[in-house]
Each structure stands twice: as C-alpha cells, then as structure tokens.
C-alpha cells in the first residue's frame, strides 16, 4: 500500500511519459509564473553560481560560500546538507539536494532582503529534470565529474548526462550580460560539453591532464592534505582540514570561482585554507584512540574514493566498514558498491541505510549474495539488519588507532525505515554508545 501512495505523490518521479506531456509541461509553468510572481523574481538580483556532478556537490558549495562570504559579498547558500544565508545557518531537513521553485524562490527573496548578492546553489539531476530551476537566472556553472548514480530515476547514463547539462544551457539562455563555465580537465565528458556551448569565459581545472588550474605534489595525512595550485605560472602552498585527493578537486572547482571574478588568488586560497568540513562528508570523530569516520558516500565513485584513501593511511591497522544501501533507489549500483567496500575493508558490516518500503533483509540479500561464499580468510562479513546495533558491533570490533567508517547516512536526521521515519543520526547514536565516563577525545 505505502509503495502505491508514493508513486501517486510522486508522480513525476516515476512515471517518464509523465514529465513530456503538454498538462506536465503547463502546470509546472503556471507553478514557476506563481513562485516568481509571489516572490518577486529575485534571481535577476543574484550573480547565480550552479554547482553540479555525482560527488562533492554539497562541499564545493560550501567552500565557494565561505570564500565569496569572506572576501567579496555577503552570499546565499543552499546545498543537500545546510542552507546559509550570510552566517545564519538552516539546516536542511527536506532530504533533497535541489529544493522546490517554492521553497527556492523564498529563500533567494530572504537572502535578497539580508543584502545578499551572491547566490550559491547545488543542483542535482532531479532537480533539472523536474524543472526546479527554471526562472532561475543562472550566470556560472560548474561541473567537476559524472560518474554512476541515480539510474533507477534517469533510466540510462545518458539520460543522467542530459539532466546535468541543463544547467549549462540555462546559463547560456540568461540575459544577463557574462555566461561562466568551469569543467574538469581529468573527466572526458568536458570537451564534448565546451565544444558544444559557447561561454564568455571556461576554465578547466584538475590534477592528472593539463588544464588552466592544476593541483600536484599532493601529499595526504590523517586529517589534512597540502598541494600546490599551479595558475598562470605561478605557484601557490596550499594546507587543508579536508582529506584526500578527491577533496582538491572540490578546491580547485571552488578556486575556479576566484578567478573567473578576478579575486585575488592568495586571498582565496586562505579563505579556503580555514575550511574544516561539511558535517557528514568525511567527518572524522575520534574517540578511544580510533578514527571514525562518517562520510555520505552513496555512490560506487564516492564510496571506492574515500575507503582508498582510508585504505591508504591506515597501514597496518584494520578497516571496518558499516554500510547499507537506501531503499527503492537504483538498485544496479548495489553490487559495485559492496564489492567496493569488501576489496578495501578487513570487516564489512551490512546493516540498514534508508530501507523505505522495501522489504530490508531483501536488501542486505541483494548486496551480500555475491561476497558471502567468497574464501577470503582475512576478510570478516557481518549481517546486522538494525543500524544502531551495527553502529556498536563496530565500536566493539576497533582496537586502538584502527579506522571505521560509517558510509551513507552522513548528517541525516531521520531514518526511513519499514515501520516509518524515526530521529536518526550516525555521529549522535556513535557517541552515546561510548560510554561518557571512558570516552576520550584526541
């Protein structure tokens, strides 16, 4: 019965044919012309920056916020995890990374009345897709990569592809006076999308191909990464709070902003240097001499980067991995994900995400079924349906200085599980179960 119910909500989710019919099509016109009308089109105020691929999304956002909050205006941001509008912080509960053009609108319009200038949006593919942006006057959009996701939705790759280039197109339909693109010089899908749209001004950035803002001699410790950024010859150290490789991408997307605006690289690059972390992405608590780490990754690309770096620094300690996967999403991604998780952890606990109306232990079956016979001696395998019991095993397995990762659930508040929605969140549920009196933070 419930998955009836959803699929009458949420219609245009699920039913294709839907979304390309002369009704779909006008409704969600009269609903943009209403939103716009209402909140008095306020995008047209904004210099509106789009930031949109599978991973990294909601930290490139923040990083461009903060750095646009402390060196050029007061910024509106709104990402998967937070909303920021100058300093004040909302935190976003709607478990959706692209809002409704209602609920998107009232926000600019705040912002707008706070004396904010600067908009900084994350995009997703729904989003696109369901017309959540149009009226937005976009002036820049970011891509960094595309990778697997989200293909129970979108149906095929291509189709995901599409949904992201919308935004490009949308800043090219503006009518303001520049059209900004950045692309990533390591992902090949960039000089199809270049060649295609004409920008007044395109940056590439990366790490392993040539491009106009490039990262090398990155050296990755425990709780920081240094590496120089190589821009118009010239040479710029660089130390930040945020782990791996993967993150200097989402520095370099970020720095890609500064000099499109002409900001002042040294300023942006200690701006960006004071950056700790987006709560849930990589977040590292560390308690009883163990390093736990609690990190969205809901992706095969996301999940194979973060444990390859966790996998990298731990040496010779042990890696625990609790992982589950959500409930009536793209269910093709979930072998990859846990023969990713089983190549790089020495214990693997499966264990709830957001079961939602799918029958729960099915889950568990579908991604265990092909690891559980393999003769891995060194390797340890867990089934522990209930998260908050799977979240204590794992406390119970780490021994001093070894790494754990909590994967999935980063800073949700809530857990859709088959019985309804009930408070969730990993880090609260970690720390209460060590017991206040031993627990020892380093």
Not at 357 to 375: A, F, G, P, Y
């Amino acid at each position: 019965m419930k998955e009836i119910i959803k699929k009458i909500l949420f219609y245009d989710k699920i039913y294709d044919f839907i979304k390309t019919s002369f009704v779909y099509q006008a409704w969600k016109r009269l609903m943009w012309n209403i939103a716009n009308t209402f909140y008095g089109y306020p995008s047209k105020d904004f210099f509106v920056i789009g930031v949109t691929w599978t991973n990294g999304k909601t930290t490139t956002v923040n990083l461009i916020h903060k750095m646009l909050n402390d060196k050029v205006w007061p910024t509106v941001m709104v990402s998967t995890a937070v909303i920021k509008i100058w300093d004040k912080e909302i935190i976003n509960e709607k478990k959706m990374t692209s809002l409704d053009i209602f609920d998107l609108q009232s926000i600019l319009s705040t912002a707008k009345s706070k004396w904010c200038k600067i908009a900084v949006l994350e995009v997703s593919s729904h989003g696109m897709d369901q017309y959540r942006f149009e009226w937005v006057d976009f002036d820049f959009a970011i891509l960094t990569n595309l990778t697997h996701d989200h293909l129970d939705y979108h149906g095929n790759f291509n189709n995901y592809i599409n949904a992201k280039k919308k935004l490009f197109k949308y800043v090219l339909r503006n009518n303001k006076s520049n059209k900004y693109a950045v692309f990533p010089a390591d992902d090949k899908i960039w000089r199809t999308w270049s060649d295609d749209m004409a920008f007044d001004k395109k940056i590439t950035f990366g790490v392993n191909n040539s491009a106009i803002l490039r990262a090398e001699n990155i050296v990755e410790e425990i709780d920081s990464t240094s590496f120089d950024i190589i821009y118009l010859w010239k040479k710029f150290h660089m130390k930040t709070f945020l782990p791996g490789t993967y993150n200097v991408y989402n520095i370099l997307s970020a720095l890609s902003v500064a000099v499109h605006i002409w900001l002042d690289m040294e300023q942006a690059v200690a701006s960006l240097s004071g950056f700790k972390w987006v709560s849930g992405r990589m977040e590292a608590v560390k308690l009883n001499w163990v390093n736990y780490f609690i990190d969205f990754a809901h992706s095969p690309d996301a999940l194979d980067k973060t444990l390859a770096f966790l996998n990298t620094i731990k040496k010779d300690k042990k890696l625990i991995v609790v992982f589950g996967a959500p409930g009536n999403r793209d269910k093709l991604k979930r072998p990859d994900m846990w023969s990713i998780a089983y190549s790089y952890a020495d214990v693997l606990i499966a264990t709830d995400d957001d079961p939602d109306t799918e029958n729960r232990i099915q889950i568990l079956n579908q991604l265990t079924e092909k690891i559980r016979d393999l003769n891995t001696p060194n390797k340890e395998l867990y089934i522990i349906p209930e998260r908050e019991l799977a979240i204590k095993f794992a406390t119970e397995q780490a021994k001093e200085w070894d790494f754990v990762m909590f994967a999935g659930k980063w800073h949700e508040t809530v857990q859709l599980t088959n019985f309804g929605r009930k408070k969730w969140n990993d880090k609260d549920i970690l720390e209460n179960l060590i017991n206040t009196s031993t627990k020892v933070e380093w």
